[in-house]
C-alpha cells in the first residue's frame, strides 16, 4: 500500500504564489507518472501537470507558463509551484501516483488540499 500526503494549499490573492507538496510513503518499490488534478464545485476533476519517472512534463492549457511540476525521487516527493494564480485556479488540488508495490501497480489518491485564490 502506499499513502500520499499533501500539503502547501491555502487562500492567496490573485497574482500571488503558492506550492503544493505530496509525499508518497509505504511500501514503494518504484513510482511512475506523478500528477496533480483538481476540481472545482461544479466541475470535474481535470489533470493539472503531469511528470514521468524520467521528468517529462506536460500541463494543461490553462496552467501552462504559470506552474512547474517537479518530483524528487529521492524522496518520493512531488511539488506543484503555482505562480500568478488566478481566481479560476481556485479548486481542490488532488495528487494522483501510480506505483509499484510489492507484486503489483496500482494509482493512488492523496486527500486534497484546497487552494482558493481571492481578488
Known amino acids: 500500500q502506499v499513502q500520499l500526503v499533501e500539503s502547501g494549499g491555502g487562500l492567496v490573492q490573485a497574482g500571488g504564489s503558492l506550492r503544493l507538496s505530496c509525499a508518497a510513503s509505504g511500501s514503494i518499490f518504484s513510482i511512475n507518472a506523478m500528477d496533480w488534478y483538481r476540481q472545482a464545485p461544479g466541475n470535474k476533476r481535470e489533470l493539472v501537470a503531469r511528470?514521468?519517472?524520467?521528468?517529462?512534463?506536460n500541463y494543461a492549457d490553462s496552467v501552462k507558463g504559470r506552474f512547474t511540476i517537479s518530483r524528487d525521487n529521492a524522496k518520493n516527493t512531488v511539488y506543484l509551484q503555482m505562480n500568478s494564480l488566478k481566481i479560476e485556479d481556485t479548486a481542490v488540488y488532488y495528487c494522483?501516483?501510480?506505483?509499484?508495490?510489492?507484486?503489483?501497480?496500482?494509482?493512488?489518491w492523496g486527500q486534497g488540499t484546497q487552494v482558493t485564490v481571492s481578488s
Open positions: 511528470i514521468t519517472n524520467g521528468g517529462n512534463t
Open positions: 494522483h501516483v501510480i506505483a509499484t508495490s510489492t507484486g503489483y501497480t496500482a494509482t493512488y
